[in-house]
């Protein structure tokens, strides 16, 4: 006798919301509806050709580690890599340099795994920075981030304590440890690598301070072994999608179906009713803004946190139970954008050209006037480094508020001020304006509202993810097992790999599988 499969609804075509669906549809048990509200899949990977010669990435660039990941699997299943790995400012980065400058044993190893050698660190007077100091105080940096940071006590420390004065407190001590003296030019000089070096940790966890985040958590996120920054070949990050888009039956997916309610009745939420056994648990109504509607038994919400934010008190109903509703609100999501210069001809010399600007003056703090908060906006963008499938295009990251403010300027004043930049640090004025200009706008796509918040904020439980992963229950009962109605997967509310594209696969598959087991037990 055939059986009739219940529906399952995903919000969201990302990488989270596809690997859900390949996930359900392999399992045969259920008949899957993704609703995607762009024209297009992949949400915050987004592979763009035709701006160079070679294909970039607007979103997520690189594979944060490879063992264990089903994304590097699914890329090197298909011969999706690039043959190299790509290499970057971040102060963790890894390339070669020659050891033998350095005195100490220790710090001749640590540089010799860790350093970026041809990157030019510069200052605004555009001085560049000998490179003994700044892999120095990047060494410093790391130190510091180890003792003070990742190798603390959890339970001997504070849930309001944050990150940016452990740090800076950590730093002070390795500066006094070397014998760094207070006041002299070399002091204030390995703070500015140092300031640097936040600004880089800031991008990756999408923060607009290290202030803002918690130091109790802040060793929740946990690195997959193997390359930290493996790159994809011509096909980008889409080209993996493509890959799981094959598993997904044809006619799946409805773009440009932007959801804009669910409704999940019966729920416990509604206290006091009594379960009942029912087999018509088709109970989920999904609402689009272009006024369809779809019946369901199940929802996957894969939306980012930040679209969760900006609709939590229309978007479900009835409102989501307590605990899930203070983990949205707690939960940051910031703002990370990239900017891409492509020029006629590079107008650097070597291949391993990068530009890291240590800006002098402080970041903006909120009793500035808005001209002058204007101004410091740019010191929220750290560098320039070439695009790794592009030789003649630089590629510039900002973050936080300064991101926030970019998007409010056009790709010729952004391209303009970048050349200002450039020309100051470099100390030339004969650095030529780019032929094209692009700089996304994650926080204006009013579906994702920012780019990701890979931290949690002081005052936090702890607990948030954790309330999240867990399922909303009907007040129904399918043969005698409650019906989980309502799930959430996306990178967010992945434990440890948060903010990446493997943790955003895991979760969509984990998600997959509570819907899978319980098809099998109520069966
Ligand atoms: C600039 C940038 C750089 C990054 N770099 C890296 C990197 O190098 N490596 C890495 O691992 N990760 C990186 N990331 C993070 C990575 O891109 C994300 O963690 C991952 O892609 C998130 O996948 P997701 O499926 O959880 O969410 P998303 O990709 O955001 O998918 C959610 C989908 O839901 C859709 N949606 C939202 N609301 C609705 C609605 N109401 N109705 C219908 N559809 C809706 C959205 O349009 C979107 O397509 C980066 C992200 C950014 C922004």
């Not at 908060?373 to 560098?383: A, H, N, Q, S």
Request: hydrophobic letters at 35%; proline letters at 3%; charged letters at 25%.
């Amino acid at each position: 006798m055939a059986t009739t499969r219940r529906k399952v609804v995903i919000v969201g075509a990302g990488i989270a919301g596809l690997s859900a669906g390949v996930e359900l549809s392999r399992s045969g048990q259920y008949e899957v509806i993704i609703l995607e509200a762009m024209s297009t899949f992949g949400g915050r990977i987004q592979t763009l050709k035709g701006f160079g010669s070679h294909a970039i990435e607007l979103g997520a660039n690189w594979l944060h580690g490879t063992k264990g990941s089903p994304v590097y699997e699914l890329a090197k299943k298909h011969d999706l890599l690039s043959m190299s790995d790509g290499s970057s400012s971040s102060c963790s980065s890894s390339s070669s340099i020659s050891s033998s400058i350095f005195d100490d044993n220790e710090d001749a190893k640590w540089y010799k795994n860790n350093s970026a050698e041809e990157n030019q660190y510069r200052t605004e007077a555009g001085e560049c920075m000998n490179t003994k100091l700044v892999l120095q105080a990047k060494k410093m940096f790391a130190d510091a981030m180890d003792k003070n940071v990742d190798s603390i006590h959890v339970s001997e420390v504070d849930m309001d304590q944050n990150t940016g004065d452990a740090l800076a407190q950590g730093f002070a001590e390795e500066l006094k440890h070397r014998g760094i003296v207070n006041d002299t030019k070399e002091y204030h000089q390995y703070w500015l690598i140092y300031k640097h070096c936040c600004s880089m940790e800031c991008l990756d966890i999408g923060s607009n301070t290290l202030r803002d985040a918690q130091l109790k958590s802040y060793d929740n996120y946990k690195e997959l072994e193997g390359g930290y920054y493996t790159t994809l070949g011509e096909e980008g990050y889409q080209g993996v999608l493509e890959k799981l888009l094959e598993d997904i039956p044809e006619g799946s997916i409805l773009y440009n179906t932007p959801v804009e309610r669910i409704q999940y009745a019966d729920c416990n939420t509604r206290n006091g009713s009594v379960p009942q056994d029912d087999d018509d648990d088709a109970v989920v109504t999904v609402t689009c803004e272009d006024g369809r509607t779809f019946r369901c038994s199940h929802v996957i919400m894969t939306a980012s946190v930040g679209f969760l934010k900006e609709n939590l008190e229309t978007f479900f109903r009835p409102p989501l139970p307590e605990d899930k509703l203070s983990a949205i609100r707690t939960l940051p999501y910031g703002n990370v954008n990239k900017i891409f210069l492509k020029y006629k001809r590079p107008f650097w010399n070597s291949s391993d050209f990068g530009l890291q600007v240590l800006w002098d003056a402080p970041l903006p703090t909120k009793e500035e006037s808005e001209e002058e908060e204007k101004e410091k906006f740019y010191r929220m963008l750290p560098g320039f480094d070439i695009e790794d499938r592009n030789d003649d295009i630089l590629v510039g990251w900002t973050y936080g508020r300064g991101a926030d403010y970019m998007e409010t300027l056009t790709d010729e004043e952004i391209g303009q001020r970048c050349t200002a930049i450039l020309r100051k640090f470099l100390n030339d004025p004969s650095i030529p304006e780019p032929e094209k200009v692009l700089c996304t706008r994650w926080k204006g796509n009013r579906y994702q509202r920012g780019a990701y918040g890979a931290f949690l904020p002081v005052q936090a439980l702890g607990k948030e993810i954790e309330g999240i992963q867990r399922p909303v229950y009907s007040n129904r009962t399918r043969h005698g097992q409650k019906v989980p109605v309502l799930l959430f997967a996306g990178e967010a509310f992945h434990k440890t790999y948060f903010s990446t594209t493997h943790g955003a696969m895991v979760s969509g598959m984990d998600q997959a599988k509570v819907l899978i087991n319980f098809s099998l037990v109520s069966k």
